[in-house]
């Protein structure tokens, strides 16, 4: 079998200590994880970890690697109120800043909404916000030069948000100097067809083609809605719209890399093989499509 170059892993829950997220890693056998920082649905700051450093020192000696955090929901860098702007800035800055502190590599943000201001302000806004929240993290008391890289997600493109193709994510890379992720339900609900044949090495192409060394990180989820809907939701892998013979193609033709699911918590059994199965689709190429 071709060796497998995409690190796979999921995103876990941080409720218990972050040891035993380092515990779940393990025994779910993640080479990457995501976890949250603060509460994604909320305001509030993170707060500082006594676990901190054991985390960090685990997750080395785990080999877990990009570790990556997810931001708050409510982020929205490209929003037409300057208030929410202000304060989505400084909440990424404290992310970046807390995240750099766990040794977290990557920080995943949404692109946001330009609420009706139009897609070129909005991305004005959210290019401006990236850079000053990267500002603000390096200033931060604490921060001690830690800080993690900002990376932005697609969206499904649901009302006014940003970003759901892969030429505006490509935008805001350029022109933001960011890295972006890439999530595969909301690719597949905001259009691209993952589930038609040879739909997997194609969408992988077009992501190549348009942001080369720009994809830090692919968010690998199933899609619950249908192709086209904009409407978000995640399914486990092979339990949505996007067939698993696409997958071998997709992760061949973004070799290394990394993939963390956000896929739906199952028994520790089901996210184990879940995280196994995902590997076996990513390292099973047939031998005559490898190095292409
Ligand atoms: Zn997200
Ligand atoms: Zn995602």
Redesign the pocket.
Known sequence: MPERTNRIGRHLPTSGGLARTLGTARELGCETIQIFVSNPQAWADPRGRQDADTFVEGSRELDISPVVA?AK?LINLASTSEEQRDLSVLALARELAAAGALGVDLV?V?AGSHGGDGEEKGMKRLVEGLERARERAAGLDGAAGAVAEPVV?NSVGAGTQLCSTVEDLGEVARRGGVRV?V?TAHAFVAGYDLSAEDGGRMVAKHLLDALGEAVALV?LNDAKNELGSHRDGHRKVGEGCIPLDSWPEFFGGLPGVPVVM?TPYGTPEADFEEVLLVKKLAGGLRKAQVGR
């Open positions: 997810h929901y995943v949404h997600e992720c999530d968010h956000e």
